[in-house]
């Protein structure tokens, strides 16, 4: 029973990571790139090929290519019955299935980049007639990346990447914001990065220990005529919080128009 990637990505690497900080010792990259197989190689101890050999339905295979190149990448692939799993956005399972001449074991997964220090949140979507036994290995593969939320309708893929998918860009924005912040009042660039960190580092950990909503969290720190209101007010003024929800949404509007077009090529080339 192996763990095959097809594709050496940065996401394949957080998932191999978290089988390995699991123990999984059975796993397989295939991949073009010459280096970042070597790599994946001296990093995890992983086998890595330029070609996949043949699979069984006791195998997992893992689907770490670029959307854009799923079609050629999976030109005349047989799965072998070998449970699949795309991590591909935009690749619905039927459009995978075409690519896969017919095969049904597939479960979608929607990992974000913080898997790759075992603080991932990973969306999954499996069709009604994959086992039991198939779901739970996924969930406890993608366990070891951090946590795992079923969605119950394959369309909710496209809210998961707007939220968790992308979200991991959203805090970057904000870090990078408030280090400007810091750097602008008078803090030299390592001075304002590290003060930056510290600060939604810390946030994050008292509202993850707090049973209390983020608006009250909030409310808790700003005093009324204070210094922190006066923040809140430009923000507000400015519509901060009016722009992340939007920017969530064309997010998964942006997912739904992929999805189209990867459908609709897929059917053109069946």
């Not at 990447?161 to 914001?177: E, H, K, Q």
Request: proline share 3%; net charge negative.
């Amino acid at each position: 029973m192996t763990t095959y990637f097809l594709g050496g990505g940065n996401m394949a690497a957080a998932i191999i990571g978290g089988l390995r900080r699991q123990g999984e010792t059975d796993i397989h990259v295939v991949g073009r790139n010459a280096h970042k197989q070597q790599q994946l190689a001296a990093d995890y101890g992983v086998a890595v090929s330029s070609t996949l050999p043949p699979l069984s339905a006791e195998d997992v295979l893992v689907l770490a290519v670029k959307p854009q190149d799923m079609a050629a990448a999976t030109a005349g692939l047989d799965t072998g019955g070998a449970l699949v799993l795309s991590v591909a956005a935009g690749l619905t399972v039927a459009t995978l299935s075409r690519y896969l001449g017919g095969a049904e074991r597939i479960i979608r997964i929607m990992p974000n980049t913080p898997g790759q220090v075992g603080k991932g949140m990973a969306g999954l979507y499996a069709p009604p007639h994959i086992s039991a036994a198939d779901r739970a290995r996924a969930e406890s593969m993608m366990q070891s990346n951090g946590g795992v939320i079923w969605l119950p309708e394959e369309a909710d893929i496209h809210d998961i990447i707007a939220v968790c998918g992308s979200g991991p860009a959203y805090v970057f924005y904000l870090l990078d914001a408030l280090q400007q912040a810091a750097q602008a009042q008078g803090f030299d660039a390592a001075e304002a990065r590290r003060l930056s960190l510290a600060t939604f580092e810390g946030a994050v950990a008292l509202a993850a220990a707090a049973d209390t909503d983020f608006a009250q969290l909030q409310r808790n720190v700003t005093s009324k005529g204070g210094t922190t209101q006066q923040a809140l007010a430009v923000f507000e003024e400015r519509g901060v919080a009016e722009a992340i929800v939007a920017g969530a949404a064309a997010a998964a509007a942006r997912s739904r128009e992929m999805e189209q077009q990867f459908a609709q090529a897929a059917g053109a080339a069946s």
